[in-house]
C-alpha cells in the first residue's frame, strides 16, 4: 500500500530555511496531489499546501510569502522549503496524499508519520 | 477563509454511550467538502469521514457523518475504548484547506 515518508533536519535556526522531502513509496506519484500539513505542539491542524505531480501549486495565504513546495517525480518524492523561520514555525509537519486522482479539493486519505521540526538558536 | 469552529472543546463519555461532535463553518461548505479525522497522541491523523458522510476505507460503521452547508456532525454510536482521541473536522470546499480546533474525546 502507498506509505509517506517524512525526512529533513530537526532543528532548524531562526531567519533560516526550514526543508522537509516526502518520499512516496507502493505506487506512483502520478495523477495526485501531494501536500504538506503542519501541527504546533498542542494546537490544531493546518494546511500549508499542495502541490500536483505536473508541478502546480496552491499555497496557504498566511505563509505564502515563505512557502516553496516542489516535486521530484523520477525520485517519487516532494519538497517543503519554508524560508525566514520563527519559534512559530515549530511543529510537527505532515506530507499526506489527496484522496482522489487530480482532485485538488479533497480530503487526505494517506498521511506520513510526521516530523518534529524545532526552531531554536 | 472558511472557519471551522467545533464543539465541544472537550467531550468526557465512557464506553458504550453515544458521542455527537459538532463543525460549524463560517460560511456555507459547497458539495459537503467536510472530512473528519481521528487523531491519537503522538500519531498522524486518520482519515474517517469525508464528502460529510461517506465513511473512509477500513472505518468501522459506528462512526457517522452528517450535515450540509454550514453544520455537521460526526457520531460514535456505542463508543469502544479505542475511540478516546482527538477529532478535527476540515474542509476541502474552497482555499486554503481548514480544519477545525479540535474536540478530545475522553473518558
Known amino acids: 500500500q502507498v506509505q509517506l515518508q517524512e525526512s529533513g533536519p530537526g532543528l532548524v535556526k531562526p531567519s533560516e530555511t526550514l526543508s522537509l522531502t516526502c518520499t512516496v513509496s507502493?505506487?506512483?506519484?502520478?495523477?495526485?496531489?501531494w501536500a504538506w500539513i503542519r501541527q504546533p505542539p498542542g494546537k490544531a491542524l493546518e494546511w500549508i499546501g499542495y502541490?500536483?505531480?505536473?508541478?502546480?501549486?496552491n499555497y496557504n495565504p498566511s505563509l505564502k510569502s515563505r512557502v516553496t513546495i516542489s516535486v521530484d517525480t523520477s525520485e517519487s518524492q516532494f519538497s517543503l522549503r519554508l524560508s525566514s523561520v520563527t519559534a512559530a514555525d515549530t511543529a510537527v509537519y505532515y506530507c499526506?496524499?489527496?484522496?482522489?486522482?487530480?482532485?485538488?479539493?479533497?480530503?487526505?486519505?494517506?498521511w506520513g508519520q510526521g516530523t518534529m521540526v524545532t526552531v531554536s538558536s | 477563509e472558511i472557519v471551522l469552529t467545533q464543539s465541544p472543546g472537550t467531550l468526557s463519555l465512557s464506553p458504550g454511550e453515544r458521542a455527537t461532535l459538532s463543525c460549524r463553518a463560517s460560511?456555507?461548505?459547497?458539495?459537503?467538502?467536510l472530512a473528519w479525522y481521528q487523531q491519537k497522541p503522538g500519531q498522524a491523523p486518520r482519515l474517517l469521514i469525508y464528502g460529510a458522510s461517506s465513511r473512509a476505507t477500513g472505518i468501522p460503521d459506528r462512526f457517522s457523518g452528517s450535515g450540509s452547508g454550514t453544520d455537521f456532525t460526526l457520531t460514535i454510536s456505542r463508543l469502544e475504548p479505542e475511540d478516546f482521541a482527538v477529532y478535527y473536522c476540515q474542509q476541502y470546499s474552497s482555499s486554503p484547506h481548514t480544519f477545525g480546533q479540535g474536540t478530545n474525546l475522553e473518558i
Open positions: 502541490i500536483y505531480y505536473s508541478g502546480s501549486t
Open positions: 507502493g505506487d506512483s506519484i502520478g495523477s495526485y496531489y
Open positions: 499526506a496524499r489527496h484522496k482522489r486522482r487530480a482532485m485538488p479539493y479533497d480530503a487526505f486519505d494517506i
Open positions: 460560511q456555507s461548505v459547497s458539495s459537503g467538502s
